[in-house]
């Protein structure tokens, strides 16, 4: 039997249902529309969004009520040379696909792979890893000691405190990455 989570309540539903409940919701004005959606937060408003899960696939309805709901391709062009300029090429890159331009998309997943790993990258990922409660411990690739980042060491240190050796030749972003997957 097919099942459905609206308001953070599963039901399962018989097959006439489930194809109501899907048409319904395929009809509706999603978030993902929007220049200003990522992930499962609203940009604008900085309101972490209620995802409805219907069979296997995900809405984030919560456009229908918006005030700030924007699908004009300026927006979104906008929205993609703003990530540009910050280098989230691969953010960048998703916003020109939503519109159509290929090539554009192309150009900064190029941009991406040659930018390869950031210190922003890496914060953002510290971040996570302190909003779920959670500290890895590494290790200087130079002396051995014990490192933590995370939530109980929010800052990303450049250098060992026992042996001063540059920390930033470890790859904290795959390190994290790994951790929280």
Same mark, same amino acid.
């Given at each position: 039997?097919?099942?459905?989570?609206?308001?953070?309540?599963?039901?399962?539903?018989?097959?006439?249902?489930?194809? !109501?409940?899907? /048409?319904?919701? =395929? @009809? +509706?004005?999603?978030?993902?529309?929007? *220049?200003?959606?990522?992930?499962?937060?609203?940009?604008?408003?900085?309101?972490?969004?209620?995802?409805?899960?219907?069979?296997?696939?995900?809405?984030?309805?919560?456009?229908?009520?918006?005030?700030?709901?924007?699908?004009?391709?300026?927006?979104?062009?906008?929205?993609?040379?703003?990530?540009?300029?910050?280098?989230?090429?691969?953010?960048?890159?998703?916003?020109?696909?939503?519109?159509?331009?290929?090539?554009?998309?192309? !150009?900064?997943? /190029?941009?991406? =792979? @040659? +930018?390869?790993?950031?210190?922003?990258? *890496?914060?953002?990922?510290?971040?996570?890893?302190?909003?779920?409660?959670?500290?890895?411990?590494?290790?200087?690739?130079?002396?051995g000691a014990p490192l933590k980042i995370g939530a109980k060491a929010p800052q990303i240190q450049k250098n060992c405190p026992r042996c001063r050796?540059?920390?930033?030749?470890?790859?904290?972003?795959?390190?994290?990455?790994?951790?929280?997957?």
């Amino acid at each position: 039997m097919p099942t459905a989570i609206i308001n953070n309540e599963k039901r399962t539903y018989c097959a006439d249902c489930y194809w !109501k409940i899907e /048409k319904e919701y =395929k @009809q +509706k004005k999603v978030c993902d529309d929007c *220049a200003s959606f990522s992930k499962d937060r609203c940009k604008k408003t900085n309101v972490s969004l209620e995802p409805v899960t219907i069979g296997y696939s995900t809405y984030f309805t919560q456009a229908d009520n918006c005030n700030y709901f924007s699908a004009d391709q300026k927006a979104f062009v906008e929205e993609a040379k703003r990530l540009e300029t910050e280098q989230r090429f691969e953010e960048a890159a998703a916003q020109y696909e939503k519109i159509g331009m290929d090539e554009k998309a192309e !150009k900064m997943r /190029k941009k991406a =792979k @040659q +930018k390869g790993p950031s210190q922003l990258d *890496a914060t953002a990922k510290v971040k996570e890893l302190a909003e779920k409660g959670k500290t890895l411990t590494y290790y200087c690739c130079y002396c051995g000691a014990p490192l933590k980042i995370g939530a109980k060491a929010p800052q990303i240190q450049k250098n060992c405190p026992r042996c001063r050796g540059d920390l930033e030749v470890i790859n904290l972003d795959k390190l994290i990455s790994q951790q929280l997957s």
